[in-house]
């Protein structure tokens, strides 16, 4: 159950409030429709209820608002516009990043994926998905961790009407076994058809908080969709008629051979048509919108609709007339509607859609989640059998097309739904491992790491061969392919690179702030990339000094190839610069919420720091730290019986170096502001 209490959000400059004092319930096992045009508020009120905005007010989910959630993924599932990943990720890569993220199996994925039809896409980059695959997948990605509440916004946009059926169906399973769904939508006869209760909004307050059939009665007003050949002639005639008669009908004129009359009734229609032999193609009951200058996108919907069960249509009136009249006859016991056309008989366009839109695929029988976190309600099949299920008329709102229909349509069979994933078991305690599953995921789902480190291997070789034609360069920096001209060898700036994408692609496509609104700088996240992060760079650095060597012996012989007597200093200054510079990528691109930044605080170490560091060691002073490691040694050494003081004393040695303390400057002062931004972050 969904609680929002005077939702407000924070006025812009001297505009007023997008959303102002809204209120409303969305219950379980009901489907929720806030419906209102473009800027009347809808997406705010989402963002708001999520914490995803400032503003005032506060949003229960079953008693507790999201920011007191130990999972908020796992209560709510959400879906805010197009899916949030890298477009050069598969569609099961995706989700199996997501689901490292949120702790739950990997095979989950595979499991939503067949539910919502994408196993043969699964291997798809998300960037060749089309926008009904895209909606599928955005789905997907909010069932992944079996959430309670959906929070959905337009789901239906841009899709076709058998997409939209069966994103209805999908819906319409999750609250039957006792889920809640709040969604938006702009259009009135899809709330009127989809939703249980609907919550108009206008200009960013609530002017209606119905259920679904009083809706239809009260804010939709019945028409008769007329279409003839001769349509300027019918409707001259029935205004006329109108005058005559002092009734009030108002006749629309739409595309084409279509004609909206709203007032007037099929039967009186038919007749004045049958007594001027004007012949009718079709004559209908429908639901217009909130007045009559119907929305041509509503139009266009129901055009599609009727279009898609043609053939449906055309195999009835096939039929032996026994077998129609026999239908109707059923038909007419059931209190189903029928309407009138040229060929005889047959049921009404949106009872057809709706038959159509069933699934033949029989539904579970109700499960009872297993749910072992302390946050999470249990949930018993008798309490669901009380608060899931809905009643008659509830049921009977949800498929309604037209008032009477919506007071006279059977409920909706639970077997005519499609099947929802099988539940999981959420574990009520964090794992260490989480963040370094998902990092790892994330890390080797793309192949811009593994085109990096390519790329810094063939220029650090080219580079050390052509040093070697060229002499005069020391061998360290001959086997590390760096030029006395670069400020940092290709080695380094590659694993500056991969640090800064480590985040930076987080903030340029964020899979994790599809339901926090930004990418979430935990140190546990933090931790996690810094560990990645490492173990690539030393990985980078081992094969940059083999391929150099290996290169440098195969052009040159072994006389350039030998290894220094002080390898092992020279290694230990190589592998921390390396890995000093993918932290300073990891960190800057995490402060700064940029790849770009992140690189630049890379560059900027040897090209701004060092050399206020060397000013500084290099100045005048009174006394110098000569003989700094010798008193290490001595201080250290009752310490370190075993020759630990060994490793202290290089690493004093690294850091006394001036691009080893600036680098350490600056891994120092980006780790504070990180650490500064994330405490500020979580206090507010």
């Known amino acids: 159950m969904i609680q929002a209490i005077g939702l407000t959000s924070d006025p812009r400059k001297d505009l007023p409030p997008a959303v102002d004092d ?226 009030s009908v108002e006749v629309v004129r739409e595309s084409g051979n279509r004609l909206s009359v709203y007032g007037s009734t099929c039967a009186d229609v038919g007749e004045t048509a049958f007594r001027n032999g004007i012949p009718v193609h079709q004559l209908a009951d429908e639901v217009g919108d909130m ?45 189903g509607p029928t309407r009138t056309t040229g060929t005889g008989t047959a049921t009404s366009s949106a009872t057809e859609s709706a038959t159509s839109s069933t699934a033949s695929t029989p539904v579970r029988k109700r499960r009872q989640r297993s749910v072992t976190a302390p946050d999470t309600e249990a949930r018993t099949p008798q309490a669901r059998s009380g608060d899931r299920q809905r009643t008659e008329p509830e049921a009977e709102a949800s498929d309604t097309t037209s008032p009477r229909r919506a007071a006279e349509a059977p409920p909706v069979e639970l077997d005519a739904l499609p099947e929802l994933p099988p539940p999981i078991s959420v574990r009520p305690a964090p794992s260490p491992l989480r963040p370094l599953r998902y990092e790892l995921r994330r890390a080797a789902g793309v192949g811009t790491g593994f085109v990096t480190c390519g790329a810094v291997l063939l220029v650090s070789a080219v580079t050390a061969v052509l040093l070697a034609r060229v002499g005069h360069t020391p061998r360290p920096r001959l086997m590390a392919g760096w030029p006395q001209q670069l400020p940092l060898p290709p080695a380094a700036l590659g694993a500056g690179l991969l640090g800064a994408l480590a985040f930076g692609d987080e903030f340029r496509h964020p899979a994790l702030a599809a339901d926090r609104g930004t990418v979430p700088r935990r140190l546990g996240l933090l931790a996690a990339k810094l560990l990645v992060t490492t173990a690539t760079a030393l990985l980078l650095a081992v094969l940059t000094l083999g391929c150099d060597i290996e290169m440098l012996y195969l052009v040159y012989g072994r006389e350039l190839a030998e290894v220094p007597s002080d390898w092992l200093s020279l290694t230990a200054s190589w592998f921390g610069l390396v890995v000093g510079c ?89 780790l504070g502001a990180f650490l500064f931004t994330t405490l500020r972050g979580k206090v507010r």
């Open 582 to 670: 993918a932290w300073a990528g990891v960190l800057a691109a995490g402060l700064f919420r940029s790849t770009t930044a992140g690189l630049a605080a890379v560059v900027a170490v040897p090209v701004a720091v060092v050399p206020v560091v060397q000013k500084i060691v290099e100045g005048p002073s009174v006394r110098t730290a000569a003989g700094f490691p010798l008193r290490i040694r001595e201080l250290l050494l009752n310490q370190w019986p075993f020759g630990g003081e060994r490793y202290v004393e290089a690493a004093a040695r690294l850091i006394a170096q001036p691009v080893g303390g600036a680098l350490t400057l600056s891994l120092g002062a980006l």
């Open 291 to 335: 007045g009559p200058r119907a929305s041509t996108t509503a139009d266009r919907s129901a055009d599609e609709a009727r279009a898609d069960v043609a053939p449906q249509r055309k195999a009835a009136v096939s039929r032996p007339e026994g077998s129609r009249e026999q239908a109707a006859a059923t038909r007419a016991r059931s209190g």
């Open 22 to 247: 809204v209120s409303f319930e969305a219950r379980a096992g009901r489907v929720t429709a806030l419906l209102g045009g473009p800027g009347a508020g809808k997406t705010t009120v989402l963002r708001l209820m999520l914490e995803l905005q400032r503003g005032r007010g506060v949003t229960y989910f079953r008693g507790r608002p999201l920011h007191r959630i130990a999972h908020p993924s796992r209560e709510v599932g959400v879906l805010l516009g197009d899916v949030p990943g890298h477009p050069a990720r598969t569609v099961r890569g995706h989700l199996r990043m997501l689901c490292a993220a949120a702790g739950v199996p990997a095979r989950r994925a595979d499991e939503v994926l067949e539910v919502v039809g994408l196993v043969s896409l699964r291997d798809e980059r998300l960037s060749t998905l089309s926008r009904g695959m895209d909606r599928r997948l955005g789905l997907a990605c909010a069932l992944l961790t079996d959430p309670h509440t959906l929070v959905l916004d337009d789901p239906t946009s841009g899709l076709s009407t058998r997409e939209k059926r069966w994103m209805h169906g999908m819906l319409r399973a999750h609250v039957a076994h006792g889920g809640t769904v709040l969604l938006t939508t702009p259009d009135p006869k899809e709330a009127a058809r989809t939703a249980d209760q609907v919550v108009t909004l206008e200009r960013g307050r609530v002017v209606a908080d119905q259920e679904a059939a009083d809706f239809a009665r009260t804010r939709l007003r019945p028409r008769v969709a007329v279409r003839t050949p001769h349509a300027p002639r019918l409707a001259t005639l029935l205004t006329k008629e109108a005058r005559a008669t002092h009734r």
